[in-house]
């Protein structure tokens, strides 16, 4: 038989091959290991998974084989929770926590996401693209092959839906698949911070119904905390979204428990984000509804803060645990899920296997995406990469640099 490409020799195959849903509780623990293994790719689809001794005998006659050297072989990074378009990085700010100033006290001062969003309403859409396109070459570099990426740092009709056609175009034009949301409740504009009311009319009447007019966003985001959207305008925001058609996603419970993890359950959201001060309460609503929770470790290691979230209870409780980068321009300046596994091991004491599944196959459903990608099994993408390490202990042990050799998306080698 003939296959396009051949992949032998991995020293662990990691398949994680399991049932159609989201892996919770023991099952995060399993990798699907297969020894000395080896996968086979047809149009862009894997096609057979084995050991290396089957498969070489069987597509013997294949267009490409590549020798994986002993290495090890994994399904792509999915990272679902990112802000690649921007204008200008914010290292002044960094150096402000660094000196002892808070997130929401440099947010309420004027900077924060609303100085993210002068530049973005400044700069042409071409430029904004030019900027993003680099970025997200680099998530490819370590290993990236699928992302979610957010407007809002336009907060006006006109900027968001900038910020959503160069998301588009991104994913029209790189080679890994870019999934959009709208934001556009990131932060009050300057220009409503005395009249909110009246840029959530624009944001539910005006933004939201163009938006889905266009079709540039599949999900729609809301950061909510006590210094930006309460819980009852979130409420609103988000039923209102729900009516127009938008999948729900949520910043939820970051910085202050007020209840948006309970939220997430209440609007069925397919996933809250950060949960740094998630209740028990909220943790048990989340379950009893299947939303996901995303984990971002690098955020609260890059505002110096101590309350990351609990994985360990979120995961004994049942409940089914991604991880991102949040890459950002403000708070986490973080493009490698691979660190980000790093502190999602030492930090919030998950397992390298439950990691590995949290930034993969989880990280995929929490797109929608878990039948298609996430998992190396006959059927899905070949979203593969080749990691130039002993075994897969290896990836949070050795942190700081890049432990990816070859990135492959749609049977293709892309880096």
């Known amino acids: 038989m003939k296959a396009d ?22 099952k995060m623990s399993d990798l699907g290991i297969i020894n000395n293994g080896a996968v086979a790719v047809k149009n862009d689809k894997i096609i057979d ?9 069987k597509y013997n006659n294949s267009s490409k084989i ?9 399904p792509g990074f999915v990272d679902p929770h990112t802000h690649p378009v921007f204008k200008q990085t914010r290292e002044n700010e960094f150096e402000m926590r660094i000196k002892g100033r808070s997130y929401v006290e440099i947010s309420q001062s004027g900077g924060g996401i609303r ?20 970025r997200i070459n680099n998530m490819i570099f370590n290993g990236t092959t699928t992302l979610e990426a957010k407007s809002g740092y336009g907060l006006s009709t006109e900027s968001e839906i900038k910020m959503l056609k160069v998301i588009k175009k991104l994913n029209e034009n790189l080679p890994i698949d870019i999934i959009p949301t709208f934001l556009g409740a990131h932060e009050f504009p300057i220009e409503y911070k005395d009249n909110k009311e009246e840029y959530i009319n624009i944001l539910m009447n005006e933004m939201m119904p163009r938006i889905r007019e266009l079709d540039l966003a599949d999900y729609c985001d809301i950061f909510t905390e006590d210094h930006v959207y309460n819980i009852e305008q979130s409420r609103r925001i988000l ?9 729900i996603r949520m910043h939820a419970d970051e910085i202050k428990p007020i209840g948006g993890a309970e939220l997430a359950a209440e609007v069925g959201a397919v996933s809250a984000d950060h949960l740094g001060t998630a209740s028990d309460e909220g943790i048990k609503a989340m379950l009893n509804k299947g939303v996901i929770a995303i984990l971002l470790p690098g955020t609260i290691f890059s505002l110096g803060m101590k309350s990351y979230a609990r994985a360990r209870d979120m995961i004994e409780a049942g409940l ?25 091991c030492l930090q919030m004491k998950m397992t390298t296997e439950e990691a590995i599944i949290a930034s993969t196959i989880n990280a995929a459903y929490s797109l929608g995406l878990g039948d298609k990608i996430g998992s190396l099994e006959i059927g899905k993408k070949a979203d593969i990469l080749i990691m130039d390490m002993p075994s897969y202990q290896y990836l949070p042990y050795h942190f700081g640099s890049n432990n990816v050799e070859t990135v492959i998306k749609n049977g293709k080698i892309i880096r």
């Open 5 to 26: 490409l051949l992949i032998i020799n991995a020293k662990e195959l990691l398949t994680l091959a399991g049932s159609n849903n989201p892996r919770t509780k023991s």
């Open 49 to 57: 998974v084995d050991s290396t001794e089957k498969l070489i005998n």
């Open 66 to 74: 590549i020798d994986a050297n002993n290495e090890v072989v994994m």
């Open 115 to 134: 100085s993210s969003i002068r530049g973005v309403r400044n700069t042409s859409e071409n430029e904004l693209y030019k900027l993003a396109e680099k």
């Open 239 to 247: 039923n209102r979204a729900k009516e127009l058609g938008f999948k």
């Open 320 to 344: 089914a645990v991604a991880l991102a980068t949040d890459y950002n321009p403000g708070s986490c300046n973080c493009d490698s899920m691979q660190f980000i596994i790093t502190l999602a």
